[in-house]
């Protein structure tokens, strides 16, 4: 990998600063590349009190007119002695560091580019300084990261089906973002796929970079316990719980006369189709199912939630199962079209399900006239979704994206209303414990 090294030494007084902010992890994780150059002691530059002199930066905007244009990594590590706590160093060396980091943005660095870090008296930019004034310093590196894989900014979001919750969701992020963050270069393409389970192998594969996913399947992914051939993988974060996905099993009163889906026969005549193959839909439809007793019905793969709703109209299947943030489109036309269709409900004692429990398959109650012809609650289960991204994305990035996500919650709820079930303060709800999460 190809580096182009400048190295600037800036002078500050020891004034008192109040800021604390703290960047942790080590270095190479910090910025994504493979090496570090500390600076070298070949220029120093005066500062009068809080203010770089005039011909300071002079010679920073020289240097920001060069690199703007590049893709590259500026890392500012400010300095300090010890003039009292080393809190209070390390507030000090941040506080150097912020003031170089806005010379160089006002003067059309990008902010994705640039990161900081401070440091204390033990930890002088010279082994050789010994005095005070010398470590009063804030030294930064550029480094060409252009060949780095983790510094990659066009980004791929993998949703599911066109005709679920999770595509338009992902567009309206991703146009969102594309909007919010043209400025840093990042750009989010999203495509359509099987859903939650293929999600997952094209994280592993590198063919998507952000994800979303039903919160069962990013365990049973990231545990590598794999009930239904999911790839074990665990080289993702979370970002955010986002929804919650409703489960409607649609089916005719000759299926069930008391609209509950326990009395629904266990026969192996009853075509069930129970999603998409590779979907978390099929998944968990699959767990309800079995954790029920149902082992004689006849569980079918389909089609995409558009084309399963034709096919259930038509007469191919006599329950479907379709997921998503109610009201879920497919099941709005259904209902529309055959106005003897209905929704299964769950019993209170099946809901209390051990298993329904563990995986974190929740009690929901959809309300009524959310749909058409229907006049009364539906107690049904709902399954949290949540938004990973790939570990080998730049941390500079990923804070971005997340940055930009929950700043922008109040126009995305206006935008479509599984946003508004979003917290800033309760990003994690419904994200498995074992799973590492990116706090906002």
């Not at 020891?14 to 493979?34: P, Q």
């Not at 990659?152 to 969102?176: D, Q, S, W």
């Not at 209902?335 to 209390?352: M, P, T």
């Not at 917290?423 to 994690?428: A, I, P, Q, T």
Request: glycine letters at 4%.
């Amino acid at each position: 990998m190809k580096f182009i090294l400048f190295s600037i030494l800036l002078l500050l007084s020891c004034s008192s600063y109040a800021e604390n902010i703290r960047i942790v992890g080590n270095i190479n994780e910090l910025i994504g590349c493979k090496e570090i150059h500390f600076a070298s002691k070949n220029l120093k530059i005066p500062i009068h009190e809080k203010k770089l002199s005039e011909s300071t930066e002079k010679k920073l905007l020289t240097i920001s007119e060069k690199i703007k244009t590049w893709n590259a990594i500026i890392l500012i590590i400010g300095h300090a002695n010890k003039t009292n706590t080393p809190l209070f160093s390390f507030k000090n060396s941040i506080k150097r560091a912020k003031i170089v980091k806005k010379i160089l943005l006002d003067n059309g660095v990008k902010k994705l580019n640039i990161k900081i870090m401070g440091r204390g008296e033990d930890s002088p930019p010279f082994l050789e300084l010994s005095s005070s004034e010398d470590n009063q310093t804030v030294s930064f590196d550029i480094l060409n990261c252009e060949n780095n894989k983790s510094y990659k900014k066009e980004l791929v979001l993998a949703t599911a089906t066109k005709g679920g919750t999770y595509y338009p969701i992902g567009k309206i992020l991703a146009n969102m973002w594309n909007d919010t963050l043209k400025d840093s270069g990042i750009s989010v393409k999203v495509i359509s796929t099987q859903g939650s389970k293929e999600n997952i192998d094209l994280l592993k594969k590198g063919k998507a970079d952000l994800a979303m996913m039903t919160s069962m399947v990013a365990f049973y992914a990231y545990a590598g316990m794999s009930p239904d051939i999911i790839q074990p993988y665990k080289e993702f974060t979370a970002i955010s719980s986002l929804w919650k996905d409703v489960h409607h099993f649609i089916t005719t009163p000759n299926m069930s006369t008391t609209g509950f889906i326990d009395n629904v026969k266990d026969n192996e005549k009853i075509r069930f189709c129970i999603g998409k193959e590779k979907s978390g839909t099929a998944l968990t439809t699959k767990i309800i199912l079995d954790s029920m007793g149902y082992d004689n019905i006849s569980r079918q793969y389909c089609a995409g939630y558009d084309e399963a709703s034709e096919s259930f109209l038509n007469g191919k299947y006599e329950i479907i199962s379709i997921a998503g943030g109610d009201p879920v489109d497919s099941i709005e036309r259904i209902l529309l079209k055959n106005k003897e269709a209905i929704i299964l409900q769950f019993k209170s004692q099946d809901l209390l399900n051990e298993k329904f429990s563990e995986l974190q398959l929740l009690p929901y109650t959809i309300k009524n006239n959310t749909y058409s012809n229907q006049n009364k609650p539906i107690e049904t289960i709902a399954e949290p979704n949540i938004l990973v991204i790939n570990n080998n994305i730049n941390p500079a990035v990923i804070d971005l994206l997340s940055e930009s996500f929950f700043k922008n919650l109040s126009s995305l709820s206006w935008s479509h209303k599984a946003f508004k079930e979003v917290s800033k303060d309760k990003f994690d709800n419904g994200i498995p414990k074992i799973i590492p999460v990116h706090h906002p």
